[in-house]
């Protein structure tokens, strides 16, 4: 019903800055609150960021200051912005978006990831 498709990722250099995408299609009524999480190799997944329907954002405290979460409605996507890259920022991360196909429905749904590799 819903799929999400991210893209973005890559490698970049410590200090270097990355745009991930994440775009939403299917049958879709509204989007409600979408986020980012990320998973290192032998860590487990954590959130990142978070946004809320009508805007309001949440930041894990290791990227505070570092890295802007945003949504374009209209296009069904959102977007993670991340500046002064860290080698620690290296993960794969996931796309989460919470879509309602209609007004009796909501759904949990998860893209397949993007890796970050940020290098020393």
């Known amino acids: 019903q819903v799929q999400l498709v991210e893209s973005g990722g890559g490698l970049v250099q410590a200090g270097g800055s990355l745009r991930l995408s994440c775009v939403a299609s299917g049958n879709i009524f509204r989007l409600n609150n979408m986020g980012w999480y990320r998973q290192a190799p032998g860590k487990e997944r954590e959130l990142v960021a978070r946004?809320?329907?009508?805007?309001?954002?949440t930041y894990a405290d290791s990227v505070k200051g570092r890295f802007t979460i945003s949504r374009d409605n209209a296009k069904l996507t959102v977007y993670l912005q991340m500046n002064s890259l860290k080698p620690e920022d290296t993960a794969v991360y996931f796309c989460n978006v919470e879509a309602m196909p209609s007004t009796f429905r909501t759904l949990e749904v998860w893209g397949r990831g993007t890796l970050v590799t940020v290098s020393s």
């Open positions: 946004i809320t329907r009508l805007g309001t954002t």
